[in-house]
């Protein structure tokens, strides 16, 4: 797994990126990162050169976890933010 870091956070900001797209298009943030786990999951066998299904599989878990993460530490962050500046 430690081969493939730089692969993990690229396709990390990849489904990052999908899952904002669909909460700005209006779709409800708990069902956005609901389906960052099957885009993870998708994104892992397109974007890996591994043998293994199981461990496509498994890097695209780690990745749709990963970008619910992100998604969510960033959006903590700009509302700290936005409540420090309204201060």
């Known amino acids: 797994m430690i081969n493939y870091l ?6 990390t900001a990849l489904v990052y ?16 990162h609901m389906l960052a786990l099957p885009i993870g999951v ?7 050169p591994v043998e293994s299904i199981l461990n496509r599989i498994l890097y695209g878990i780690t990745i749709g976890i990963l970008s619910v993460g992100t998604c969510d530490t ?12 309204n201060v």
Do not use: D, H, T
């Open 17 to 32: 990126s999908i899952v904002e797209s669909f909460e700005k298009f209006g779709l409800k943030r708990k069902y956005a």
């Open 74 to 85: 960033v959006c903590n962050a700009v509302n700290i933010i936005k409540k420090g500046s």
């Open 42 to 48: 998708i994104i892992s066998f397109l974007g890996f």
């Open 6 to 11: 730089k692969e993990i956070a690229l396709l």
